[in-house]
């Protein structure tokens, strides 16, 4: 049974840094694209970054800021966030996917997500 499960969210301040980590199993991930979406209140899920052997993409309004790295065995996906703002608020998802798109349809797995919230 596949499980995608996050961990490292929380409370911090604007400024600060979180670094949140996904661990995958169930099946082996190496080849796959493993990514970070997060969801605000009232808002559609979006895309956040991705990281496949060594390629990385982000979205515009983390670059500079958001990190997306993974272990060498391929199926633990860390996501080091800095310089957090309050609209960085949101439930971030890990997901894995065989093919990138933006758009969240597209990812087959999925985590259940962990809040980080940014204070002003």
């Known amino acids: 049974q596949v499980q995608l499960v996050e961990s490292g969210g929380g409370l911090v301040q604007t400024g600060d840094s979180l670094r949140l980590a996904c661990a995958a199993s169930?099946?082996?991930?190496?080849?796959?694209?493993m990514g970070w979406f997060r969801q605000a209140p009232g808002k559609e899920r979006e895309f956040v970054a991705t990281h496949r052997w060594s390629t990385t993409y982000y979205a515009d309004s983390v670059k500079g800021r958001f990190t997306i790295s993974r272990d060498n065995a391929g199926n633990t996906v860390f996501l080091q966030m800095n310089s957090l703002k309050p609209e960085d608020t949101a439930v971030y998802y890990c997901?894995?996917?065989?093919?990138?798109?933006?758009?969240?349809?597209?990812?087959?797995?999925w985590g259940q997500g962990t809040q980080v919230t940014v204070s002003s």
């Open positions: 997901a894995a996917s065989q093919s990138f798109r933006e758009g969240d349809t597209n990812w087959k797995y």
């Open positions: 169930g099946r082996t991930f190496r080849d796959y694209f």
